[in-house]
């Protein structure tokens, strides 16, 4: 990598987010109730300055809050591609099947989370559940639609070769299928983790449990929006750094 391309590596994204800094200060300007990125600032350094102390079940730093509301995400997460990546497979490999339960997943798929938490409250009874519920069923749809694009989009020649070598099933699976799906499926994975974090923050803010969205919510609800702005923009910005670290590792493996 030349000086050059160094330097633009450095300097670019400091002017974007010097421009995104000015339109923020302008649009503060003119919508009364905006606050500033300095009064941003001033009103929420302590969130940031002091990450992990916790002054009560809402009145925590912004790393504490993080961390209940990453759990949920990780948990309902795993919940959701540990179903919806077989599901994928069978939908590639039989038509049949994707002809059977297309118009199910074409029914849930829109609904939104709103709808999906209320449900799992009376099943469960409990809100913890039920927002694993909520988030499983939200976010395993782009999987389950990737890893069927990504088994149909096998190349004929690779069935034929294992019909040749008279491969079995598992074999074929494991050796053809999976690795010529994988970025189709590791795709997937990508937006279901996107939206099983705007799952969680629709979640927690209904319910009110400790984390992201129940922070946000009773920050509203006070009319404290600085420390909406903060805790949105930190915690976007640390998500979308370890998922590019994610990609960048997948892809030099």
Not at 77 to 106: C, E, K, N, Y
Request: glycine share 8%; aromatic share 10%; charged share 15%.
């Amino acid at each position: 990598m030349t000086l050059t391309q160094r330097l633009a590596t450095i300097l670019l994204p400091l002017c974007g987010i010097a421009l995104a800094v000015l339109a923020w200060t302008a649009a503060s300007r003119v919508v009364n109730d905006l606050p500033s990125p300095i009064e941003t600032w001033r009103e929420s350094r302590l969130y940031v300055l002091e990450p992990l102390t916790k002054r009560g079940e809402m009145d925590q730093g912004i790393l504490l809050l993080a961390y209940y509301s990453l759990v949920r995400v990780t948990r309902g997460f795993l919940l959701g591609i540990a179903i919806a990546t077989p599901l994928g497979f069978l939908l590639g490999v039989s038509p049949a099947l994707t002809r059977m339960f297309d118009p199910v997943m074409q029914v849930m798929r829109p609904i939104s989370p709103l709808a999906w938490l209320p449900l799992g409250l009376i099943i469960f009874r409990k809100s913890e559940p039920a927002a694993l519920f909520a988030i499983a069923v939200c976010s395993m749809w782009p999987t389950v639609i990737n890893t069927t694009a990504g088994v149909r989009a096998i190349p004929q020649d690779y069935w034929n070769v294992a019909k040749v070598l008279r491969l079995s099933r598992t074999t074929t699976f494991l050796k053809i299928v999976v690795p010529a799906t994988l970025p189709y499926v590791f795709t997937g994975y990508r937006l279901s983790l996107g939206i099983a974090w705007l799952v969680i923050v629709a979640s927690e803010m209904l319910t009110g449990t400790p984390g992201v969205g129940g922070f946000l919510w009773q920050e509203y609800n006070s009319l404290v929006y600085a420390h909406i702005l903060v805790t949105i923009g930190v915690i976007g910005f640390l998500l979308d750094r370890l998922m590019g670290m994610a990609e960048t590792r997948l892809r030099t493996t």
